[in-house]
């Protein structure tokens, strides 16, 4: 049975997934991870923030043998592996009906776990918790229950690395074993880069990446999004000239959360035809809207943090951080004191590290549209 998709309101949405027809690409991406899942190996998928990862996840489904069992869950709200539990649960009861014979099955087993089941009042989904303090053999159980069915099961935890935040220092380890056991049941792990990976190669002793194969999500290709923006405009009657395409996708580094944002808007224009003040006028407004939300990024960050925040942004890429040019342009003080704001920065995740082509290493500031307001404000350089 083919899956169907509530139509967005405007061809580029900002949240959620769509289906085939509103995504962009990540062909071999999703050709290889739906490979491996098939395969019976499970996956860990790690990119920068916004970039497209959950929805990702969501288009692999959409490939995967509509018999398989599909279970996703955002554990970005837990705080331990007793809500992870209620989280898995969740997840369960809601992806199989109760009336299905299948789901009938699975609701009976989570209910031997007595859990409390509760239902929205309004919309009838229903919401599982465990009045428990130990939740890794329930956990267990379920998987193990899940392993012994008819068909595969995929379960999606998104927002992963929340997992390392957890009082209980072992679930990874404790997952890890669990994917060796299990057959029947595979895992797709999402989540956002800096902790994953520092995590991953900070301690030998807990190679995550041998049980699970990592993939390092990258930028969309940029002629690959400029052609699908210009195919959706003109699926809709209106003309938008490569070169503007272009504009937008430097202007928003090809970055995909910037990228939907600043094409919603420049769709929502009453034209047939655009110009380039057209998308430049969409770009100003979205920086004018979210200068309250960056003027607060200054409230959270202390004073050396927020200059090294807008001397990244300025530069747009910088190699060497501590380098007496950069320091002195934008009178950082001292190497050491650059190198723990930029420590700091990371950690909150506004700042991230990544490679070129050529393999040099350098910062940039997680959020686009911060990073072109600093520009606008304070000059490029
Ligand atoms: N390949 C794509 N083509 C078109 N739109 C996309 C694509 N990937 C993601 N998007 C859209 O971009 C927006 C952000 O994507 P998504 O939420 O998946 O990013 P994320 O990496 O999970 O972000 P976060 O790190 O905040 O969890 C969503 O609206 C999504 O629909
Ligand atoms: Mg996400």
């Not at 288009?59 to 992870?84: A, C, M």
């Not at 069915?149 to 390392?164: G, N, S």
């Not at 800096?194 to 993939?215: G, K, M, V």
């Not at 959270?300 to 007496?324: E, N």
Request: net charge neutral; hydrophobic share 35%; proline share 5%.
């Amino acid at each position: 049975m083919k899956a169907r998709y509530q139509k967005p309101l405007n061809p580029f949405p900002t949240t959620g997934y769509y289906g085939p027809d509103y995504f962009c690409d990540r062909e071999s991406e999703t050709e290889q991870i739906v490979g491996l899942l098939q395969n019976g190996q499970s996956c860990l998928l790690i990119g920068k923030r916004r970039l497209g990862k959950t929805a990702l996840i969501h288009h692999i489904r959409h490939f995967l043998p509509k018999t398989w069992g599909f279970v996703y869950l955002d554990i970005l709200p837990t705080e331990n592996e007793s809500q992870l539990l209620n989280s898995l649960g969740t997840a369960l009861l809601q992806h199989f009906p109760e009336k299905d014979p299948l789901g009938k099955r699975i609701w009976d087993f989570v209910k031997t776990l007595r859990p409390v089941i509760s239902f929205d009042q309004l919309n009838g989904i229903p919401q599982v918790s465990f009045q428990i303090s130990q939740a890794q053999r329930p956990v267990m159980d379920i998987l193990d229950f899940l392993s012994k069915l008819e068909k595969p099961v995929v379960i999606a935890i998104d927002e992963f690395q929340q997992i390392h935040s957890y009082p209980e220092k072992n679930t990874d380890a404790w997952l890890r074993a669990a994917i060796q056991q299990l057959q029947n049941v595979f895992f797709l792990f999402s989540g956002s880069q800096q902790t994953i990976l520092s995590e991953l190669f900070s301690d030998p002793s807990r190679p995550f990446y041998r049980s699970a194969n990592p993939f390092l999500l990258k930028p969309i290709d940029h002629g690959e999004y400029r052609d699908f923006i210009i195919n959706i405009f003109k699926k809709h009657g209106k003309t938008l000239r490569p070169e503007l395409v272009d504009q937008m996708l430097d202007w928003t580094k090809c970055h995909t959360y910037y990228v939907q944002s600043l094409c919603n808007r420049v769709f929502q224009l009453d034209k047939k035809e655009y110009t380039e003040e057209d998308w430049k006028s969409c770009a100003q407004k979205i920086l004018d809207e979210g200068e309250t939300f960056f003027l607060y990024y200054r409230t959270l960050l202390s004073t050396q943090q927020w200059k090294l925040a807008v001397a990244i942004s300025r530069t747009g890429r910088i190699f060497s951080p501590t380098s007496k040019n950069f320091i002195q342009d934008h009178q950082l003080g001292s190497g050491a004191t650059v190198l723990k704001s930029l420590q700091a920065l990371i950690d909150k995740e506004l700042v991230s590290q990544d490679s070129d082509s050529e393999g040099k290493s350098y910062y940039e500031v997680n959020d686009v549209f911060f990073e072109r307001w600093v520009q606008t404000k304070f000059g490029i350089g």
